[in-house]
């Protein structure tokens, strides 16, 4: 048995020790060309899938600012941001940005201006200044715009990558008296003087005719069928001579009212106490109150009123009114009664009530 067939690990040691011999080198190549391909499917695809399907180039630009209103001969600054976007899966050899910008109105100037181009890798930004100045002298309000291009000159499609932007400034005249104010300050300021001129034209007609009205005693007491007398002070508070209309309110049946003189000629400040009588009726009832409404008018261009509201209250028989010290008293003449003033004497004109 073993003669004719050989011993069992000569058909199984032998093929198998020669393969593994043999082939261990080649497995081990072929195993790392395997490892290489996954980790370039792994890699390439993070760097590769946001390439365009028209190429490897890609640029933006854009310009921010803080303000755009400028007053004359003032710069808006802007802050230009220039993008490489495209993407490069062999290197990341800088692309030439040529940046380009569009002329501004006759007077208005770049002070900085921007760079003829830039280099940026895929991938990169970079920022530059601008400065967009107004002239010294405009009319009231003056704006420009101009557009800034971005073109990567690298790209040799037609057409090649590029991007625009548009900035704007606006130069203002915001002056006052040689003052530069806001727009909203200006017209507070502009409003407030012009109430302050309607005050003065207001004040200064109220100067001219200003009339004032008083009585130190406004309530009086009377006996039925006797009279008493209220000391009405008028006074001229303008700054002119003026001419005063004095006026009363109706009185019931058989009540009667004495009025001095119904004009009153008063230089400016000067002030003249008139002497109103009022004397009840017979038949007047204790305790009845009649109210009467005094008005002072001025006859000049203002045409200014005064009122005052005196109150007579009338008493028992019985009962004694009080009387003030500077009261005048009553003199009978003819049927009429004469009222003197201290301070002055005036004729007399009797008022009848209906």
Not at 10 to 26: G, L, N, Q
Not at 59 to 85: L, S
Not at 236 to 251: C, F, H, I, M, Y
Not at 310 to 335: H, K, N, Q
């Amino acid at each position: 048995m073993g003669a004719v067939f050989p011993p069992l690990r000569t058909y199984i040691k032998r093929p198998f020790f020669r393969a593994d011999v043999s082939t261990r080198p080649r497995a081990r190549v072929l195993a790392l060309i395997a490892t290489l391909l996954l980790l370039g499917l792994i890699a390439v695809p993070t760097h590769a899938q946001d390439v365009p399907t028209t190429g490897f180039y890609g640029v933006r630009v854009t310009a921010q600012t803080v303000e755009e209103t400028i007053a004359p001969g003032g710069c808006v600054d802007y802050t230009v941001t220039v993008e490489n976007t495209g993407q490069h899966p062999v290197s990341s050899q800088a692309h030439t940005i040529a940046l380009s910008i569009t002329q501004p109105p006759s007077g208005w100037t770049f002070d900085p201006a921007l760079p003829a181009s830039v280099d940026l890798p895929p991938g990169e930004r970079t920022t530059r200044p601008l400065g967009l100045c107004a002239p010294a002298e405009i009319t009231r309000t003056e704006s420009a715009t101009v557009t800034i291009t971005a073109t990567v000159t690298n790209d040799f499609g037609d057409p090649p990558a590029r991007s625009t932007t548009t900035v704007e400034a606006v130069a203002h005249e915001e002056s006052l008296f040689g003052v530069d104010v806001p727009d909203t300050y200006l017209f507070f300021i502009l409003g407030g003087i012009g109430v302050l001129i309607v005050i003065v034209i207001l004040t200064r007609r109220k100067q001219r005719n200003a009339i004032t009205i008083s009585c130190r005693e406004a309530v009086k007491e009377v006996q039925s069928g006797r009279g008493t007398s209220f000391p009405v002070r008028v006074r001229n508070d303008g700054s002119e001579r003026d001419l005063v209309n004095l006026t009363t309110s109706s009185l019931p049946a058989e009540w009667d009212l004495f009025l001095p003189l119904a004009d009153l000629a008063l230089d400016p400040r000067e002030e003249q106490t008139v002497w109103l009588s009022v004397r009840a009726a017979e038949t007047a009832a204790p305790g009845q109150e009649v109210p009467i409404r005094v008005t002072a008018t001025s006859t000049g261009s203002g045409g200014d009123q005064a009122t005052i509201e005196l109150r007579t209250r009338v008493i028992g028989d019985g009962a004694t009114p009080r009387r003030p010290e500077e009261e005048p008293l009553e003199m009978e003449s003819e049927g009429e009664t004469s009222v003197l003033a201290p301070e002055r004497t005036v004729a007399v004109k009797r008022r009848k009530s209906a």
